[in-house]
């Protein structure tokens, strides 16, 4: 049982390439999100399902997408990316979708655009 | 959307003190209250949560307090330990625009525990 993985751990682009960073996750979870990590400023929300075929803006989604095809993955593709970009991601995902309850991490994905 | 603002952004105390992190949110709405700690390069976990219709909660050496009327939770750690150095964060469960429900979380608060 290997709960939410992610892929790579770590990468370097340049500004205005393309790059999608893989989530998975094996305790059918409904509930997937991705937030990013700066310091000072905590963990801020990119995107999140509720569900396979459902996804919704967080607070910063400008610059990111995401599809939710499967139950098990939730990938984050940086479609042209900026040196703003630059963070610590980290995909969550949660049991049931009222948004209450653990949220379980995975191990974080840094990346440092040049 | 909700803004939850968390104070101190560092706190260091001798091993054995109590510490308090304390958080404001905007949203009165807000339900849910977890905290979490992060541990130097390591993932976030949930330490303690509570919900909008319980005032206070205790798990061993960590407790939360809620003041709906203020709009503001703490963090109680007592008896601090060397392990309990890490930088934990409070969050806070708001409606978003689509009508779902999103965590928003503080800044952060370094701790350090000073043996």
């Known amino acids: 049982n290997a709960g939410v993985t992610q892929t790579p751990k770590f990468q370097v682009l340049k500004t205005g390439q393309s790059m999608t960073l893989q989530c998975a996750q094996d305790?059918?979870?409904?509930?997937m999100s991705w937030y990013r990590q700066d310091p000072g400023m905590g963990l801020r929300l990119i995107h999140y399902?509720?569900?396979?075929?459902?996804?919704d803006q967080g607070e910063v989604p400008n610059g990111y997408n995401v599809s939710r095809s499967t139950t098990e993955d939730f990938p984050l593709r940086l479609l042209s990316a900026a040196p703003s970009q630059t963070s610590v991601y980290f995909c969550?995902?949660?049991?049931?979708?009222?948004?209450?309850?653990?949220?379980?991490f995975g191990e974080g994905s840094r990346l440092t655009v040049l | 959307g909700e803004n939850v603002e968390q104070h101190p952004s560092t706190l260091s105390v001798q091993e054995g003190d109590s510490a308090v992190i304390k958080c404001t949110y905007s949203?009165?709405?807000?339900?849910?209250f977890p905290w979490y700690k992060q541990e130097l390069g390591k993932r976030p976990q949930l330490i303690i949560d509570?919900?909008?219709?319980?005032g206070e909660k205790k798990d061993q050496r960590i407790a939360v307090t809620l003041n709906k009327t203020a709009k503001h939770f703490s963090l109680h750690i007592t008896e601090t330990q060397p392990e309990d150095s890490a930088v934990y964060f409070c969050?806070?469960?708001?409606?978003?625009?689509?009508?779902?429900?999103?965590?928003?979380f503080g800044s952060g608060t370094r701790l350090q525990v000073q043996p």
């Open positions: 399902s509720v569900g396979a075929g459902i996804t």
């Open positions: 509570i919900r909008s219709n319980v």
């Open positions: 969550a995902t949660r049991a049931g979708t009222v948004n209450t309850g653990e949220l379980f």
């Open positions: 949203d009165s709405a807000s339900n849910y």
């Open positions: 969050a806070a469960s708001s409606f978003e625009g689509t009508g779902r429900r999103a965590l928003t």
């Open positions: 305790m059918n979870h409904e509930y």
